[in-house]
């Protein structure tokens, strides 16, 4: 791996993003206005966003960044521009992290966009400090850009990148926790729910915004942050370097 190859290749990704304005709006504008929906949407329930709302940032950047990640480097791929770049001297690893550096510099600016307005706006009251549900933002943004990279590399074309939503993204959002109690689900899913890393993302948000203690959040983050490296490691022990 090359750090300046890797550089490169991630000033190259953000470029394309910059000339891409609707997947710059998706990306920075689409999380919050769900969430701002979600707060209409809860404004007559007293409580009821401040519940939700924490788990939320934990959901909307995670399927965001899925969807951004996989279609884009499908959209490379199919051009034939990931095909020339790995006839070159670069490396797998520093197209896969030049990718996720550039996707995961993205997701924390979306991330401070989506925490921003959900707090200021929308009303969010949290009783962790505000900084950590930024960082747990972050951190979910980063496992759906990996998961997005992984599901790329065995993708043929776009449509296929988004029908690995059923599969890999909402299995996640049913039992990871948001719409029931991880620990009342029957065993079986229950089970499940605790290999799946948006559960952690979700316990870590919900831990933010209930005010535990540090460990009760950290714990998850770590949990995510080790799937999210995990991802990336398939992702590129599995980069095909010519397109089928």
Do not use: N
């Amino acid at each position: 791996m090359s750090g300046v190859r890797l550089l490169a290749t991630t000033a190259r990704v953000l470029r394309q993003l910059s000339h891409d304005p609707r997947s710059l709006v998706l990306l920075l504008v689409a999380p919050s206005l769900l969430v701002g929906l979600f707060a209409w949407v809860f404004s007559e329930s007293e409580g009821a966003f401040d519940r939700i709302g924490g788990p939320l940032l934990a959901l909307f950047p995670f399927v965001v960044m899925f969807l951004i990640t996989s279609i884009t480097t499908l959209r490379e791929r199919r051009s034939g521009t990931l095909e020339r770049l790995l006839t070159t001297p670069v490396a797998k690893s520093d197209v896969i992290l030049g990718y996720a550096l550039a996707f995961g510099l993205l997701a924390t600016l979306q991330a401070i966009v989506t925490v921003t307005f959900a707090v200021a706006v929308c009303g969010l009251s949290v009783a962790g400090p505000v900084w950590q549900l930024g960082v747990v933002a972050v951190v979910d943004a980063l496992l759906g850009t990996a998961l997005g990279l992984l599901a790329s590399a065995f993708a043929r074309t776009e449509f296929q990148a988004v029908q690995f939503m059923p599969v890999l993204v909402f299995p996640q959002m049913i039992l990871g926790g948001l719409f029931m109690p991880r620990d009342q689900m029957p065993d079986v899913l229950s089970a499940v729910s605790d290999a799946l890393p948006l559960s952690y993302a979700i316990d870590a948000a919900s831990a933010v915004a209930s005010g535990s203690e540090a460990g009760e959040v950290w714990r998850p983050v770590l949990v995510v942050a080790a799937f999210t490296v995990g991802a990336l490691v398939v992702a590129a022990a599995t980069l095909r370097r010519r397109t089928p």
